[in-house]
T-cell receptor, first 115, second 112 residues
Framework: GENVEQHPSTLSVQEGDSAVIKCTYSDSASNYFPWYKQELGKRPQLIIDIRSNVGEKKDQRIAVTLNKTAKHFSLHITETQPEDSAVYFCAATSRVGGGADGLTFGKGTHLIIQP | DGGITQSPKYLFRKEGQNVTLSCEQNLNHDAMYWYRQDPGQGLRLIYYSQIVNDFQKGDIAEGYSVSREKKESFPLTVTSAQKNPTAFYLC???????????FGPGTRLTVT
């Protein structure tokens, strides 16, 4: 099955600086890569996603890049703000039970924005 | 918020008891999923259902059971066979090929 590795596990940056979180995946058939943000005790919420026919996608301060050849994708947050502090998860589609498009998640990155 | 609801928010049980977690969605989504979240482990898929009356095991299905009698509902039963049931349980749903998964607010289960 799919395996998703996420780094780093903790990232501390100064407010206003950029943050980059990286993920690798193992299944070359994976074709959908979402990023979720989870605040303490709350549900994960989708912040951006990318499909395998696109190399980069941007939404205001957030961007995601995908390198299919190397099987890795990254989340970039520019001009970080205190409200960006949270745990971020990457994910990739996986063929669960030989049929469906269940998501396999990375273990998460705790992003800390220092004032 | 809204769309997918889970109840209760906190649940306490004694070891050896079965417990059922509720998940309801009014988004008209066909696919529904159950994940388990442990500290530092991300989210792991327990069971999923693509359509009413059909469901499949995920990566960590042992000790769990589900049913999908209605499109809106996908309850998860944590049985006494689950060795380490204490965790945060998240239900999710998805509308067809758009792939985005929406999560419920979660149920934190503590078994002592």
């Amino acid at each position: 099955g799919e395996n998703v590795e996420q780094h780093p596990s903790t990232l501390s940056v100064q407010e206003g600086d950029s943050a980059v979180i990286k993920c690798t995946y193992s299944d070359s058939a994976s074709n959908y890569f979402p990023w979720y943000k989870q605040e303490l005790g709350k549900r994960p919420q989708l912040i951006i996603d990318i499909r395998s026919n696109v190399g980069e996608k941007k939404d205001q301060r957030i961007a995601v890049t995908l390198n299919k050849t190397a099987k890795h994708f990254s989340l970039h947050i520019t001009e970080t703000q205190p409200e960006d502090s949270a745990v971020y998860f990457c994910a990739a589609t996986s063929r669960v039970g030989g049929g469906a498009d269940g998501l396999t998640f990375g273990k998460g990155t705790h992003l800390i924005i220092q004032p | 918020d809204g769309g997918i609801t889970q109840s209760p928010k906190y649940l306490f049980r004694k070891e050896g008891q079965n417990v059922t977690l509720s998940c309801e969605q009014n988004l008209n989504h066909d696919a529904m999923y159950w994940y388990r979240q442990d500290p530092g482990q991300g989210l792991r898929l327990i069971y999923y259902s693509q359509i009413v009356n059909d469901f499949q095991k995920g990566d960590i299905a042992e000790g769990y059971s589900v049913s999908r009698e209605k499109k809106e509902s996908f309850p998860l039963t944590v049985t006494s066979a689950q060795k380490n049931p204490t965790a945060f349980y998240l239900c999710a749903s998805r509308l067809g090929p758009t792939y985005e998964q929406y999560f419920g607010p979660g149920t934190r289960l503590t078994v002592t």
